[in-house]
């Protein structure tokens, strides 16, 4: 393991070992904790590497403890990432008076706006930085990544796919916010962390982003048709509507009585995971 | 549902529903919490029911939010019942000062001292209230109960078993307390509970009750090697050594690597429901 790593725990969890770790990261400019799931079959040869971006209010040990994901990764021999949802050591005036802004909230973009573009640099941490990091000090295959999450985690699994399309190969969202310039949790985001130039939000736009550059890979979505932010914050019928538009291939499978919670995406996982699997491995 | 049950949420949970719970309990004199997870097969005939006692420090949500057991429970065809791990509303001098006595630290007895006596019932709460409350409630077939647990929880279900023979027909504990008696957690405990006599306390120790009333059925436990605890409050060897004495058929499986957490518990979560599936529904 490479020294800039340091290890916070770690614990055997389905024959592989469930850790967590700290590290000095370079794009936020300051300490951040990250998870890494690493399967048994990982001691004959590396595996490849999914990385799962959580939602508001989360943090790097939510997605590993609540939605069962290591037994389904186990068997598929894939290694789970994942990451913090916002730097924690720079604070800012206000960071931390609201659920849906600042800390735990980043919504995965470099911001560009004072105070947050000093440290909120989110896209290029998950994107480039992690991936450098797990690369050099576990046991994962370099270049085969996919990638997923929930909620603003979906939003982020969806619009850092969409713009480095040479980074993943695969891409699955959990009641994602899609379309972030025209729902609440967005245009509040976007605004502070991008300023008030709406021509700046579509490059960070799932549904604007998919109609300018499709992926060629089928992307994969659930959502559950109780969860309480379905009609207001989430709208997957406007990503139906863009992927319909572009030629983007999308499963979107809507899920009665299902609601927002770990609880829906622990009953979905196994096929997540299989669809990566899949797409990274083959199996 | 009787309407002495309130329904604090309800969740779809593996096409099935995570229900929280509260109802005055007549046994602790006051409010308890409680979860269900109901599969959906539940809807075509009633099901048995698995009641899963937790460990120190958690709670009626802890198991349902970590263990990853309603997959398997789904499958094959359980309700999973969990409760709180104390009395919450009467409260005593000291009962929070520490973690592992009174508050979160009932230790599943009926308390026969000052003060808790007048609250601390669980194991009226857990063997006798509890069932009934679920069994009118819930779409459960009566008298088809396991029973299992975790650490003090792990206690809970063989000492509750052994001492109500005719109430469980299946039994599993992970990294299980076995020896209060001789142990610092189980000690305190009991010494608060139930006074300074020791001789009392046999009566709660699961290595002094299966020597006298071995059950007819089969124990399963699993112990990981690297649990901080193993050595001085759990000692499975103690317990091991007393099954062999009285003929009980026990399962002990020793897991190397593995610790005293809920990744320990999903990964061998699903043998447990299997366990209770063939003794309960002959599945």
Known sequence: ???????????????????????ASAAVGGPMRFGVFVPEQAKRAPCPA????????????????????QRAAA???????TCDTSPRAARYPGDDAS???????????????????????METYVTRELPDVVEASFPVVPDARGIFG????????????????????SVSA???????SQVPWGRKAFAG??????????????????????????????????????????????FEAACAA????????RHAGYDHSYYFIASLIDEHIAHHARALSGS
Chains 1, 2 share one sequence.
Not at 62 to 69: D, L, N, P, Q, Y
Not at 155 to 169: C, I, K, M, S, V
Request: overall charge negative; glycine content about 8%; charged content about 20%.
């Open 150 to 169: 929930h909620s603003m985690g979906g939003h982020g699994a969806l619009t850092l796919a969409l713009r480095n399309p040479d980074r993943y190969r």
């Open 99 to 121: 659920w849906d802004f600042g800390q735990s909230a980043s919504f995965y973009v470099d911001a560009t706006q004072e105070p947050w573009r000093q440290a909120y640099r």
């Open 174 to 180: 959990f009641a994602p916010i899609v379309a972030p």
């Open 50 to 69: 999914l990385y799962y971006l959580a939602g508001l209010e989360c943090n790097e040990q939510t997605f590993a403890m609540k939605a069962g994901a």
């Open 193 to 238: 962390y991008l300023g008030p130039d709406e021509s700046a939000w579509a490059a960070h736009d799932a549904c604007a982003l998919v109609r300018s550059t499709p992926l060629p890979i089928p992307l994969l979505i659930d959502q559950g048709t109780a969860d309480k932010f379905l009609d207001v914050q989430l709208k997957p019928e406007l």
């Open 246 to 253: 572009a030629g983007q291939k999308l499963q979107l499978r």
């Open 75 to 81: 068997q598929l021999g894939l290694v789970l990432v």
């Open 1 to 23: 393991m490479s020294t800039a790593v340091e290890t916070i725990s770690e614990q055997r969890c389905f024959d592989g070992v469930q850790g967590f770790y700290r590290h």
